[in-house]
């Protein structure tokens, strides 16, 4: 009975997130909600903050037509971290003492979502963050990450990309692993390091760098040198493109290579990164887009994200993942029909949200749930999802140069 | 520590030389006017980057070559300079605070462009990118090449100009005790305005030969600033060959450091260098 009872309000929470813009606009009443977050709206972060603002901004539009949360309408007080954890670290305090918002949305960025979660830890209130990148440290209980990496993703993800590689026209049997020291991007090579290992591929090189490293010439050439069947090349933001670029000066192309967080519009379209792998939790494609409301919010997003003159206006990881979160902050409030904190961390921590990404859960450690990264390769300029096979675009499977 | 291969080595080096070659020409301007003004004009790096991008729009959106864009950035920088320069001696701004406001300059530099072309990654696709030729059996691509053979050029240039030229003694006079040079006849206040100008165009330059190598987003502006301080600290203020000399140094000992260890040890040699010459050579500065 417990079991059904939590079902139902799964499926209560299902009806109201993904229905979305199908359902009619009930009548707005009372105080509105306010929703308190910061984002990276300047600094070294921000190309990636904006997209988690243009996603806020559809998201809470949408809720807004659709009735808003609760029958009330819903206000997003944003505020500028500056890319600084330690500032937003006080905004955070600012938003819950000052401005005493009703509900707390995560900041984009491991550094300031840490910043945020002490805060949220001292005020008991939930925090739902975008993009955690290192689960072992998320370790308040009323933290959810919408980024589903699951518990152990030095191990799991490796996995899944290894698994993917697998099915390539030649599987890799020799591997060099060359990273950033960039921490959330670093623990998942060493953790690749380990599974090559297990599955028996032959490490020929392992390097790392200084996140912010400008030469990447002699990185180039020791891989070329090492002549590896697979690049494990685990970057962040442009360093992924800075590699391939000097690998193409050299006059060489890895067989394989795949990147853990590469910037996805610089990616896509450069001539030496056709066939470059990457991490993802979402594309463009069936069967994520299966669902109209979805189909549409991709739709909306290209067009806001052309009107605000961004170069890449495709949803892709970062975008899909901010969605997320407030499909979970929406779920969790419709489930329980409270604002409450506490009883939305429970209903959260109980329960299966279907999401913009696939089902998530936060029953394991640290609230993290099932590991839900795929594999997507650049084909014609284009990212496709390639592994698994159930998430592929349709006909997509991994191919070599 | 690994034993490289010859053709490895050599590779690695060249990349390093062409790295430093950047570093020099970006270096070029802020050192003239550090060390011939007494200036710590950080705005440098800001109009390198605003140069960058303003090539980038020319290239991507009205289809101008990229280097034919000069034509217009070289002038438009040298007003600017100048116009700077006016401004900082109607203020009397001194050398220390001539770092404060220049920063504070490049930060309103730094929030136009991203104002302008938002933060994203902004990447310049020309034909130049797609060159590259081998010599000795290197690689040489033609942007870092072009890049090389501008930063040495204009190093040269201005050396002799500095060297032989009346004006380069006026300059190194001035420099050297402007009261007693405008005793001697120098006028300071055009020689600066000029020399001002000069250098922001140099930015402009560099800019140029940045955005046909680079990749440009506006933050990237502050993370040059501590290796190109290096290099022009290294290579001695208002010597307009050091920073190249020195950014080669640094470049090529990072690229060393890559072969021979780890790419991570890349950093800890080009500020090793600059605080070895802080201890053995503190007149240079």
Redesign the interface.
């Known amino acids: 009975m417990k079991a059904f009872a939590k079902w139902a309000a799964a499926a209560a929470a299902l009806t109201a997130v993904v229905g979305l813009s199908a359902e009619p606009a009930r009548a707005q009443g009372g105080k509105p909600i306010v929703i308190g977050s910061t984002l990276a709206l ?3 972060l ?2 990636t ?2 997209v988690h603002k243009l996603t806020g901004e559809i998201y809470v539009d949408d809720l807004n037509k659709r009735g808003g949360l609760l029958g009330r309408k819903v206000e997003w007080l944003l505020k500028d971290d500056q ?1 600084k954890p330690d500032l937003a670290r006080t905004l955070y305090e600012q938003l819950i003492t000052a401005d005493k918002v009703d509900l707390l949305m995560g900041p984009y960025a491991t550094g300031a979502i840490l910043s945020s979660i002490s805060v949220a830890q001292r005020y008991n209130k939930m925090l739902i963050s975008h993009t955690m990148g290192i689960p072992s440290l998320a370790k308040y209980d009323m933290h959810f990450p919408a980024w589903s990496l699951g518990p152990d993703p030095a191990t799991t993800v490796p996995t899944t990309a290894f698994d993917a590689v697998a099915q390539a026209p030649k599987p890799p049997k020799t591997i060099a692993i060359v990273t950033s ?1 960039f921490p959330s991007v670093h623990f998942l090579s060493l953790g690749a390091r380990d599974i090559a290992k297990k599955r028996g591929l032959t490490e020929v090189l392992f ?4 996140f ?4 990447f ?3 180039a ?2 891989v ?2 090492a002549k590896p069947d697979l690049v494990w090349s685990g970057n962040i ?2 360093e992924g ?2 590699l391939l670029e ?1 690998m193409k ?3 060489y192309t890895p067989p394989l290579h795949i990147h853990s967080y590469p ?1 996805p ?2 990616m896509a ?3 030496e990164t056709d066939k470059a792998l990457a991490l993802t939790i979402f594309e463009e494609h069936p069967p994520f887009t299966n669902n109209p409301a979805v189909a549409q919010f991709v739709r909306t997003f290209r067009e806001r994200a052309t009107a ?5 206006t495709a949803v892709e990881t970062q975008a899909a993942a901010s969605y997320t979160a407030w499909q979970l902050l929406e779920a969790a409030a419709v489930a329980t029909n409270s604002l409450d904190d506490k009883k939305m961390a429970d209903w959260l921590k109980k329960s299966q949200v279907p999401t913009i990404q696939g089902t998530l859960r936060f029953d394991r450690g640290n609230n993290f749930g099932d590991d839900l990264m795929r594999i997507k390769q650049v084909q014609n300029k284009t990212w496709v999802t390639v592994w698994p096979k159930e998430y592929a675009a349709p006909g997509a499977t991994i191919k070599m140069p | 520590m690994v034993v ?2 010859f ?2 080595l050599a ?2 080096i ?3 030389i ?2 430093g070659g950047m570093y020099g020409l970006v270096g070029l301007g802020l050192g003239l006017s550090w060390g011939l003004q007494r200036q710590i004009n950080l705005t440098h790096f800001g109009f390198v980057f605003l140069s960058a991008y303003l090539c980038y729009q020319g290239a991507t959106v009205w289809g101008v070559d990229p280097l034919l864009s000069l034509i217009i950035v070289i002038p438009v920088f040298f007003g600017i300079g100048v116009v700077m320069q006016w401004a900082l001696a109607r203020f009397r701004i001194s050398a220390f605070n001539s770092l404060l406001v220049t920063f504070g300059l490049t930060v309103v530099i730094e ?1 136009l462009i ?1 104002y302008v ?7 310049l ?1 020309s034909a130049y990118g ?1 060159i ?1 030729f081998t010599v000795f059996g290197l ?1 040489v ?1 033609l942007p ?1 090449f072009l890049a090389f053979v501008v930063s040495a050029t204009l190093a040269v240039g201005i050396w002799a100009l500095l060297r032989h030229s009346d004006l380069g003694k006026a300059l190194r006079a001035m420099a050297e005790d402007a009261p007693i040079a405008s005793a001697f006849g120098v006028n300071e206040r055009a020689i600066s305005l000029l020399l001002s100008g000069t250098c922001i165009a140099l930015a402009g330059i560099a800019g140029a030969m940045f955005a046909l190598t680079y ?1 440009l ?1 506006p ?1 990237q502006i502050f ?2 600033v501590g ?1 190109v301080f290096a290099a022009v600290m290294l290579g001695g203020l208002g010597n307009p060959l050091g920073p190249l000399l020195a950014g080669m140094i640094i ?1 090529v000992s ?2 060393i450091a ?2 021979l260890f ?3 040890w ?2 800890i040699v080009s500020f090793s260098l600059l605080i070895l010459m802080l201890l053995f050579r503190p007149a240079r500065t």
């Open positions: 300047t600094g070294p921000s190309a903050g904006l890319s020291k390097l790392e760098w200084e912010g490293n400008r030469d010439g002699p990185i050439a020791r070329k040198d933001g442009l493109n800075m000097a000066k050299i006059d910037a519009g610089p379209s450069a001539p605000a003159g961004m170069p890449y | 490289p291969s053709g490895l590779q690695s060249l990349s390093g062409f790295l929030s991203q072309w938002t933060a994203d990654f902004r990447k696709h797609e590259k690689y691509p870092e990749t987003t933050t993370s040059w290796v470049g990072e690229a890559m072969t780890a790419p991570s890349a950093p």
